[in-house]
């Protein structure tokens, strides 16, 4: 139960999947402009991370491992999570229009975001057990909601400030603000292995 805790601990601050993985970077940067969008998009891949975790798991275990399959889980993945957000654009727009218009086209993109694949190939490349895997899965995405939450957060404040030079509004300080999470995160690295 303690190596499980200090699983889901170090996915979220010290394996961060976006500020030390470096995984997920597209929606991170650019739907974190506004913090409800963002929350919106983190709590999306919350759900989209877990539940594409238990099923590559399932998939892995007991579909390609039994029929020597194995080479074929990048592939199996895929299709996976794309019906995972299929499912999820489709639970958003009869659930939640205005967040379903708010999220536009980002919400398809979870299914080549990154993060997803990356967490379900971390879960088979370390071996976990089903429990780890979830684990592993909410810590993971749990650090993806905190850090575009953060992220949207002070985008919001630099978007308030009328004293930043003209060359460094927008993109630029938002990436020299991701920046600065990622080192901040690094601090970290050392507390958890």
């Known amino acids: ?13 010290v394996h961060n999947i976006l500020l030390s993985r470096f995984l997920g970077c597209c929606p991170f940067m650019g739907v974190s402009s506004k913090l409800k969008t963002a929350q919106g998009m983190g709590a999306a891949v919350v759900f989209v991370i877990v539940l594409a ?3 590559t798991w399932l998939t892995y275990n007991y579909l390609l491992v039994p029929l020597h399959l194995e080479y074929l889980y ?3 993945f895929i299709l996976v999570i794309a019906a995972l957000v299929q499912f999820v654009e ?3 727009k009869k659930l939640n229009p205005t967040l379903y218009k708010s999220l536009g086209i980002f919400l398809p993109l979870i299914t080549t975001n990154c993060a997803v694949l990356g967490v379900a190939v ?3 490349n370390e071996g ?5 895997s979830l684990v592993n899965a909410l810590g993971s995405s749990l650090g993806f909601l905190l850090a575009i939450s953060l992220m949207a957060g002070i985008r ?7 004293g930043i030079p003209v060359a460094l509004q927008g993109l630029p300080m938002a990436l020299i603000t991701a920046g600065l999470m990622s080192i901040a995160f690094m601090g970290f690295t050392g507390i958890i292995k």
């Open 1 to 13: 139960m303690t190596e499980l805790f200090l699983l889901f601990l170090s996915s979220i601050f």
């Open 53 to 55: 975790s238990l099923m």
């Open 74 to 76: 990048t592939l199996s």
């Open 90 to 92: 489709l639970a958003l």
């Open 122 to 124: 971390l879960n088979m």
């Open 128 to 132: 976990y057990g089903l429990a780890a």
């Open 156 to 162: 919001e404040r630099i978007e308030e400030n009328e």
